[in-house]
């Protein structure tokens, strides 16, 4: 039997890596990538790509404008592969009419998918558009979101969970991801169940009374608890239905219920486990971000406040904090950066632009 693969998961194509201190110096402080280019970028396209919708955005960078196009799920774990790439040529080419440009006048691509695998993706994305526009799993514009795409971590947890991090010579470790059957620790998802989980140990006996047993009924629309056990298996729930319960259970951890707070908790010490691990495996030390990104940090104090402090606990200079810039953004920075334009856009200005476009 072979040993385990003990590779990297997510690899990260060269071009989008963070410039080398050797670059920057040549530079005289910018990248040497964008040294080496003649001229500003004039057109962007970034793809954010996901289980429920896709959403590619076209940047003018010149004329300060973005442009949007949406399709529906490209997670080829969800829908196929052919039917991913199918929402996201659509989407991309409803954004690139939309700012007046073809497919030809393009600087830089990069189009980020959800799914477990998307080599299928790749191939057939490579099959119908230019060879320069580079197909990445999620976590990758997640991590540029989340960190301006310098060396760092980006953890995500929304309703589902994954953390990827690069660090300073550019390893890359990507952590979760695994789906919500067998990961999804930390998520609005895992939150959710282990929500509904809490209530039925409170209606058996088997667990502490909690607030979240009337609180789920409430927000399920269930006759009772133990109706609400065989909503899961019968309707069943989805999953998004699920993480939305979430949003119920840092209300009540915020107004004291132990088993709400104890949740939250627990789902900080799996996530920064992950975190851990990555920073481990990239060799991050000292000051570098840890940018948390997804709907589950809105949860506020009771969960950021844990899961930074056991960061801490491993990596006492990691600058954790909250991240708003859509998951686009960092497609659209990846982009500037892979046409060898690392300086053409400023992260907050994009976060800007997309916060009022979108």
Request: glycine share 16%; with cysteine; proline share 6%.
């Amino acid at each position: 039997m072979p040993p385990v693969d003990r590779s990297p998961l997510v690899q990260l194509p060269p071009e989008l890596a963070p410039p080398s201190a050797s670059e920057r110096s040549v530079a005289g402080g910018g990248s040497g990538r964008s040294a080496a280019r003649q001229g500003p970028p004039r057109f962007l396209l970034g793809i954010d790509g996901g289980a429920t919708k896709t959403l590619a955005a076209v940047l003018d960078v010149e004329g300060g404008s973005l442009h949007l196009g949406h399709g529906g799920p490209s997670n080829q774990d969800a829908v196929g592969a052919q039917a991913a790439t199918q929402a996201l040529l659509g989407a991309a080419d409803e954004a690139i009419a939309g700012a007046g440009t073809t497919i030809e006048g393009l600087d830089g691509a990069v189009l980020a998918v959800a799914g477990t695998d998307t080599d299928a993706v790749v191939a057939e994305v490579c099959a119908h558009r230019p060879p320069e526009w580079i197909v990445v799993n999620d976590v990758v514009a997640a991590w540029a979101t989340a960190t301006g795409g310098a060396p760092g971590v980006g953890a995500i947890s929304g309703t589902g969970s994954n953390v990827f991090g690069v660090g300073r010579d550019g390893r890359a470790w990507r952590t979760g991801g695994w789906g919500h059957i067998v990961g999804d620790e930390g998520s609005g998802y895992w939150l959710g169940l282990e929500s509904i989980k809490a209530a039925l140990r409170d209606r058996d006996g088997s667990g502490p009374e909690t607030a979240l047993s009337d609180a789920a009924v409430e927000f399920f629309k269930a006759p009772s608890v133990e109706a609400l056990g065989v909503m899961v298996y019968s309707k069943p729930l989805s999953k998004s239905e699920i993480a939305a319960f979430a949003i119920e259970t840092a209300q009540w951890a915020e107004r004291g219920d132990a088993v709400a707070r104890a949740l939250y908790e627990g789902g900080a010490r799996w996530l920064a486990g992950q975190i851990g691990a990555v920073i481990a495996q990239t060799g991050l030390e000292g000051a570098f971000p840890v940018g948390l990104i997804g709907s589950a940090y809105r949860a506020g104090a009771v969960f950021v406040g844990p899961l930074t402090r056991a960061i801490h606990q491993a990596a006492p200079g990691a600058q954790v904090a909250t991240v708003e810039m859509a998951p686009v953004g960092g497609s659209l920075l990846l982009a500037a950066r892979a046409c060898g334009a690392e300086g053409a856009l400023d992260a907050a200005q994009l976060a800007r632009l997309i916060e009022e476009t979108l």
